[in-house]
């Protein structure tokens, strides 16, 4: 059993850092590419088989010390009355966003069941893979999955959002809530299908004032870390200069995007495990840049407790020969 990535997500000193980039099973690959020629975004996520075949792109590649599923944040969704699709150039498209804060309450029908491919999927990882590497179980936090349940679509500065929280301060926390009691439930599924580790992305919960921020989100943050009895990853974007917010929601460990200087981090969160966080352009640059760059973030992590990553997702031009450096550089270290 390889347990790498659960050790360092649990805070412990390992012998060198576990590896794994978020979004590592998708386009820049290109065997993703052609599957996906065959099967819808949905259709993909939601048949094991396929996802299994996804999932594993990476493992093949590059043999990453974590395999995050091949999914999406926004599955959780359906069973929550909101239909989704994959619009290609255009992104994630809600058929049915919330009209108005009469809207938010929808059909509320049972995670576990409705999402069952999940387990399915993390069964099929276990017999495939289960003692070789860790399975990463994942969904998204409250804020994120409202902006799109609001919007409708991708927005650069998630604006509905941000107004419906003004303009409907009620109807916008009951969204708020109903996100975080399926996400603690699905997440805790998840667990116990075979998930172990789970990062919470709310990505965009970021893009709130900081008042709000602590207001709005570090409580159901603080909700969804403790329904789940795994090492937990909380990542959210645009938080450099608030890394206590994240904190406070009590995480195994936080996700820092590439604004984020490691040292300064480390100096701010103390024992606190840390994920990331190379600046994904880096994999455009020459091999001798990237494993300068990225030995210098394994540096000022220390060999305690940090799970390197990028700092955000890995973008699809990437060439797969850069991710693999990246991660021959992280199984290249010896502490
Ligand atoms: O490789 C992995 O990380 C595994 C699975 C995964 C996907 N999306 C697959 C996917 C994960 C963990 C996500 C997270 C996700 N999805 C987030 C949070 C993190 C982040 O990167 O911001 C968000 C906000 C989403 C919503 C979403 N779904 C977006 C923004 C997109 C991309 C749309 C686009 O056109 O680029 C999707 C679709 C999606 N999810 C793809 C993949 C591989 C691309 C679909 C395709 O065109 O093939």
């Given at each position: 059993m390889s347990d790498l990535l659960?050790?360092?997500a649990r805070g412990e000193r390992t012998e060198r850092p576990p590896v794994w980039l978020m979004r590592q099973a998708g386009r820049h690959i290109p065997e993703y590419r052609e599957i996906r020629e065959d099967y819808s975004f949905v259709e993909a996520v939601t048949d094991p088989a396929v996802a299994e075949r996804i999932t594993l792109l990476p493992w093949e590649r590059y043999r990453p010390d974590g395999l995050v599923l091949f999914s999406d944040i926004l599955t959780i969704l359906e069973p929550l009355g909101f239909e989704y699709h994959i619009e290609s150039g255009v992104g994630p498209v809600i058929e049915n966003p919330v009209s108005g804060p009469d809207d938010v309450d929808r059909s509320r029908e049972p995670i576990p069941e409705r999402l069952d491919y999940v387990g399915e999927l993390l069964d099929r990882l276990e017999d495939r893979v289960g003692d070789r590497t860790s399975l990463i179980g994942f969904a998204g936090g409250p804020f994120t999955l409202a902006s799109y349940a609001i919007a409708g679509e991708p927005?650069?500065?998630?604006?509905?959002a941000r107004k419906f929280r003004l303009q409907h301060p009620e109807a916008f926390e009951?969204?708020?809530d109903l996100f975080t009691e399926a996400v603690a439930e699905f997440l805790a599924y998840q667990v116990d299908r075979g998930a172990d580790v789970v990062q919470v992305f709310?990505?965009?919960?970021g893009v709130l004032p900081p008042a709000d921020y602590e207001r709005y989100i570090v409580p159901r943050h603080r909700e969804i870390v403790a329904a789940v009895d795994a090492p937990t990853i909380l990542f959210v974007r645009n938080m450099n200069g608030r890394l206590g917010q994240l904190a406070?929601?009590?995480p195994d460990v936080v996700g820092l995007d590439w604004t984020v200087e490691m040292g300064a981090a480390r100096d701010q969160l103390g024992d606190l495990g840390v994920q990331g966080n190379l600046?994904?352009?880096?994999?455009?640059a020459d091999r001798a840049t990237i494993r300068e760059r990225t030995r210098?973030?394994?540096?000022a992590a220390g060999p305690q407790g940090h799970v390197l990553n990028l700092g955000h997702g890995v973008d699809r031009e990437t060439p797969v020969d850069s991710v693999r450096t990246f991660v021959e550089t992280a199984k290249n270290v010896r502490w």
């Open positions: 659960v050790r360092a927005t650069r500065n998630h604006l509905p009951r969204l708020l709310d990505t965009y919960a406070a929601a009590d600046d994904p352009s880096v994999l455009f210098e973030i394994i540096e």
